[in-house]
């Protein structure tokens, strides 16, 4: 292996000076340039411009069919980003819920619900709001938005892009046009249903007497909210006899009672 010539060495040495300058040049006038010039050279159809929202899955949530969604179905013609504060026990949340997703249907905005309410909601419910990030919920320019009981006119033309409800509606004339999405979304996962029959099924009465339904009692703050998200809906969930004389009929879903009462949720 021969020895480099002067000339290559001389090239070489100009080379690195013109490649210095050039970086030295771009470091001065980089505020001079769009942002995102590289990454648009290198991958022209990368968007540019992250959203201001972010989709988590919370730590343990279990990925099987009867699972609530993480994962966000919104149009893309929607835009913004509401949400609403949790707040209240669980009958509270499930109004607020559904609150929010008829809300932001109307006005043509997404909607992402909290951890906290995706934490009290998603182990009951098949719910399908996807959950926003707390330190993007941190950094948001949010207008709060203080809800009435009822459905005030003005709430159909909401023309902030962020916006964070808050409030106990228990109204539902918020929803009433969304009768058949909320009560999907308000559908109890099998294995809870599951339980509930197997809790019937030992409670079973003999083939005498007069069939009684079933009801569990409820504080006012669960029954409003229930009452609200699936009284308004056209009737609320029915499970199918667990035996003979013994009919859980439509009076309240004896599997929520028998979870609210054994898994302390009130």
């Known amino acids: 292996m021969w020895p480099p010539s002067r000339r290559q060495l001389c090239l070489a040495f100009l080379l690195v000076c013109v490649l210095s300058a050039l970086s030295f040049f771009l470091h001065i006038h980089q505020d001079s340039f769009p942002h995102g010039l590289r990454l648009s050279i290198l991958c022209p159809d990368r968007r540019l411009v992250t959203p201001p929202v972010a989709i988590f899955c919370l730590p343990g949530t279990p990925v099987g069919p009867n699972t609530s969604s993480s994962c966000p179905q919104n149009s893309a013609s929607l835009s913004g980003t509401w949400t609403i504060y949790p707040d209240g026990r669980f009958g509270n949340q499930m109004g607020q819920?559904?609150?929010?997703?008829?809300?932001?249907?109307?006005?043509?905005?997404?909607?992402?619900?909290?951890?906290?309410?995706?934490?009290?909601?998603?182990?009951?419910?098949?719910?399908?709001?996807?959950?926003?990030?707390?330190?993007?919920?941190?950094?948001?320019?949010?207008?709060?938005?203080?809800?009435?009981?009822?459905?005030?006119?003005?709430?159909?033309?909401?023309?902030?892009?962020f916006l964070k409800l808050s409030g106990f509606p228990c109204s539902w004339t918020f929803f009433h046009h969304l009768r058949e999405q909320i009560r999907r979304e308000f559908t109890l996962h099998d294995h809870l249903r599951e339980e509930a029959q197997s809790v019937l099924g030992q409670l079973r009465l003999g083939r005498t007497g007069d069939r009684q339904h079933l009801c569990g009692p409820a504080p006012w703050g669960l029954s409003?909210?229930?009452?609200?998200?699936?009284?308004?809906?056209?009737?609320?969930?029915?499970?199918?006899?667990?035996?003979?004389?013994?009919?859980?009929?439509?009076?309240?879903?004896?599997?929520?009672?028998?979870?609210?009462q054994r898994h302390g949720v009130v």
């Open 97 to 161: 819920y559904a609150t929010l997703l008829a809300l932001a249907q109307l006005n043509g905005r997404r909607a992402f619900i909290l951890p906290a309410m995706h934490a009290a909601l998603a182990p009951v419910f098949r719910i399908t709001l996807p959950v926003l990030a707390p330190e993007v919920d941190s950094r948001t320019p949010w207008r709060e938005l203080q809800l009435h009981d009822w459905m005030s006119e003005e709430y159909a033309d909401l023309r902030d892009p």
């Open 224 to 260: 409003a909210g229930y009452a609200s998200a699936l009284e308004g809906c056209g009737g609320r969930q029915r499970l199918p006899p667990a035996g003979h004389g013994l009919v859980p009929g439509t009076a309240r879903s004896p599997g929520f009672c028998g979870y609210q």
